[in-house]
């Protein structure tokens, strides 16, 4: 019996078929893709050569929907018709209550919001669950979720912050990344030393922060000596604006999130 069918083999579905196989939670046997695109299904089970690989969605245990937000109603009414009573779902803006109502009452629906980092297996999800989900599907959730990333509880209404911050956040990453290495350029360095040293920097960060549990604010202090090249920086970017323009852009794109979630039915 298939376990898990993951609805839409896409980039998000392919990257969390990845994740769930190399982690060892499944067996490729007990795993489907359902994609409805024939030459992506076929470079999928060129990907995955012992995972059932078809074009309708397959009777299981549980499924992930991880189809563009137009096509949910659609694949979700499949699922219903083949008896999936247990759904995470990754579309973007898709409300728990609507996929509730195309899987019926009974079914157990959740919503995770993750992000492209995903495609490395560094996501970062919100998760939110429906009136009919358990802490045993919580938990489930979770380790297929975390397949591709971490995972972090939320109430529905605030999967729109979530999607502000971690969704968009990649976004704002990447301009920071772009600045970095222009300003690099401009004090002489060769791009590719300047492309380096940028990644490596908001690699080092991060990593240092996360494995370390250092928080944002002593590690900035310890890089930060009394009257030097740091705090000659940080002046600046504080002339600039620029935490408050990171706080906007959040806001900002939160409540664009709540607006498209508005439109969608
Ligand atoms: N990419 C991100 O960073 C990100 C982050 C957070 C959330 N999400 C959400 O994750 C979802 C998937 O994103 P993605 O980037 O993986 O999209 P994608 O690459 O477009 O993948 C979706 C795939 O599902 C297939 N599909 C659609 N309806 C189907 C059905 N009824 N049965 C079987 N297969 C079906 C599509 O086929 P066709 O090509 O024929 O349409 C497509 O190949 C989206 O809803 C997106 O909003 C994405």
Same mark, same amino acid.
């Given at each position: &019996?298939?376990?898990?069918?993951?609805?839409?083999?896409?980039?998000? %579905?392919?990257?969390?078929?990845? %994740? !769930?196989?190399?982690?060892?939670?499944?067996?490729?046997?007990?795993?489907?893709? *359902?994609?409805?695109?024939?030459?992506?299904? *076929?470079?999928?089970?060129?990907?995955?050569?012992?995972? #059932?690989?078809?074009?309708?969605?397959?009777?299981?245990?549980?499924?992930?929907?991880?189809?563009?937000?137009?096509?949910?109603? #659609?694949?979700?009414?499949? &699922?219903?018709?083949?008896?999936?009573?247990?759904?995470?779902?990754?579309?973007?803006?898709?409300?728990?209550?609507v996929l509730q109502f195309h899987l019926g009452e009974s079914a157990?629906?959740?919503?995770?919001?993750?992000? !492209?980092?995903?495609?490395?297996?560094a996501a970062a999800s919100g998760l939110a669950g429906g009136p009919?989900?358990?802490?045993?599907?919580?938990?489930?959730?979770? *380790?297929?979720?975390?397949?591709?990333?971490?995972?972090?509880?939320?109430?529905?209404?605030? =999967?729109?912050?979530?999607?502000?911050?971690?969704?968009?956040?990649?976004?704002?990453?990447?301009?920071?990344?772009?600045? =970095?290495?222009?300003?690099?350029?401009?004090?002489?360095?060769?791009?590719?030393?300047?492309?380096?040293?940028?990644?490596?920097?908001?690699?080092?960060?991060?990593?240092? &922060?996360?494995? =370390?549990?250092?928080?944002?604010?002593?590690?900035?202090?310890?890089?930060?000596?009394?009257?030097?090249?740091t705090a000659a920086a940080l002046r600046e970017l504080e002339r600039?604006?620029?935490?408050?323009?990171?706080? #906007?852009?959040?806001?900002?794109?939160?409540?664009?999130?709540?607006? !498209? %979630?508005?439109?969608?039915?």
């Amino acid at each position: &019996m298939t376990r898990l069918c993951v609805v839409g083999g896409g980039r998000m %579905g392919r990257a969390l078929v990845s %994740g !769930l196989l190399r982690s060892g939670w499944i067996e490729p046997s007990e795993i489907a893709i *359902a994609e409805r695109y024939e030459a992506a299904r *076929a470079d999928l089970q060129h990907r995955f050569p012992d995972v #059932e690989v078809s074009g309708d969605v397959v009777p299981a245990g549980s499924a992930v929907l991880a189809v563009k937000p137009p096509d949910a109603p #659609e694949a979700t009414e499949m &699922m219903r018709k083949q008896g999936i009573n247990r759904v995470v779902s990754i579309v973007a803006g898709v409300k728990i209550s609507v996929l509730q109502f195309h899987l019926g009452e009974s079914a157990v629906v959740l919503r995770a919001m993750p992000n !492209l980092p995903a495609v490395v297996g560094a996501a970062a999800s919100g998760l939110a669950g429906g009136p009919t989900a358990t802490e045993e599907d919580y938990s489930w959730a979770e *380790a297929v979720l975390s397949a591709f990333g971490v995972v972090a509880r939320v109430p529905e209404p605030l =999967l729109d912050a979530v999607t502000g911050l971690s969704g968009s956040g990649p976004a704002y990453v990447l301009v920071l990344t772009e600045a =970095l290495i222009e300003a690099g350029v401009l004090q002489g360095l060769d791009r590719e030393v300047s492309r380096l040293l940028a990644i490596q920097t908001l690699l080092g960060t991060a990593r240092m &922060m996360s494995e =370390l549990g250092d928080t944002a604010e002593d590690l900035r202090a310890r890089v930060t000596s009394p009257g030097g090249t740091t705090a000659a920086a940080l002046r600046e970017l504080e002339r600039a604006g620029f935490r408050s323009a990171v706080v #906007e852009a959040v806001a900002a794109a939160t409540a664009r999130s709540r607006e !498209l %979630g508005q439109q969608t039915h």
